[in-house]
């Protein structure tokens, strides 16, 4: 079955006290561990130990970890990472709190990807048993997980190449030049499962090894969205675009800041894909329809606003 979704991502923040706050109070996530420097969250409907670690001291993404389903996936990973000519590591239980041995490899644009089968459990705020539709100490917007992350590339093909060859994600839409050009992407979403997208690519000069945004799921369509909208307004959020949905996906979104400028984003709806389904092409001068498919507008910070 091989990667089975996004786990974990682990971005670095300027102050713990307020990047708590945002991601605790703000969008709803829940504290499952501290250490020194370090807090591990978790979503209310995950039950795996934690989907977002926050690491004092500056911006931007440390590191992206895809969940397996069998140990001996990480292996045929391994072989298929070695012949792509990227830089592969093994790590070991326990070099991730919480989380089994794996592999660290190095993509082309710089990021450190980190592929393992286990982690602890925890279990769902709403039980496993007879489940509640939603936990009775919900707060904030109520993010239920981690849905999905964009990274920045120097140039996309690469990266583009090593998700579908070495992780074996598909392709669910490309954004091209023209579609003389069909061959160049400049950004690219891709899956593992039916969701939209896990990981996204953009590309532009100086993007390698950075953080576009990390994306949360909310439940209930433009309801939570709105309610959403309204949570950010009474803490004080800086919103980068939205409310509004976009082109590509089809997911309900608004896009924001946390406390140390790097961009998140809340998300839901989005289509169900497909692993046979043809690829959606968009054109750079569709952009803005494809991104904010309602006004078809870009905020100027959308593209050059990366941690």
Not at 79 to 85: D, N, P, V
Not at 108 to 123: A, D, F, K, N
């Amino acid at each position: 079955m091989g990667v089975l979704r996004l786990g974990y991502v682990h971005i670095c923040v300027t102050g713990m006290a307020a990047a708590k706050k945002h991601y605790i109070d703000t969008l709803g996530l829940r504290l499952v561990q501290e250490e020194a420097g370090r807090c591990y969250l978790k979503g209310w409907d995950e039950w795996d130990h934690h989907s977002l670690v926050l690491e004092e001291g500056g911006t931007g993404v440390v590191k992206v970890g895809f969940k397996v389903a069998k140990a001996d996936d990480i292996d045929k990973i391994e072989k298929r990472a070695s012949r792509f000519g990227v830089t592969v590591k093994r790590m070991s239980k326990g070099e991730n709190f919480g989380v089994s041995d794996g592999l660290r490899i190095e993509l082309p644009s710089t990021h450190i990807v980190e592929v393992y089968h286990r982690q602890t459990l925890v279990g769902r705020d709403v039980g496993v048993v007879n489940p509640q539709l939603y936990p009775d100490d919900m707060v904030g917007a109520g993010v239920s997980r981690l849905d999905h992350i964009l990274l920045g590339c120097d140039e996309v093909n690469d990266s583009e190449r090593f998700f579908t060859e070495v992780m074996q994600m598909y392709q669910t839409e490309r954004l091209v030049p023209d579609l003389k050009h069909q061959k160049t992407s400049l950004a690219s979403w891709l899956s593992a499962s039916n969701r939209g997208h896990d990981v996204a690519l953009i590309g532009g000069e100086g993007y390698s090894g950075k953080l576009h945004h990390v994306a949360f799921t909310l439940e209930d369509g433009w309801p939570s969205i709105l309610h959403a909208a309204q949570v950010f307004a009474r803490h004080d959020v800086k919103i980068d675009m939205g409310p509004t949905q976009h082109g590509i996906t089809r997911g309900k979104t608004i896009y924001f800041f946390d406390s140390s400028g790097n961009r998140n984003e809340v998300f839901t709806d989005g289509y169900v894909a497909q692993r046979d389904q043809p690829t959606f092409i968009w054109t750079a001068d569709q952009v803005g329809r494809g991104i904010n498919g309602l006004t078809r507008n870009l905020p100027e910070t959308f593209a050059r606003s990366l941690t």
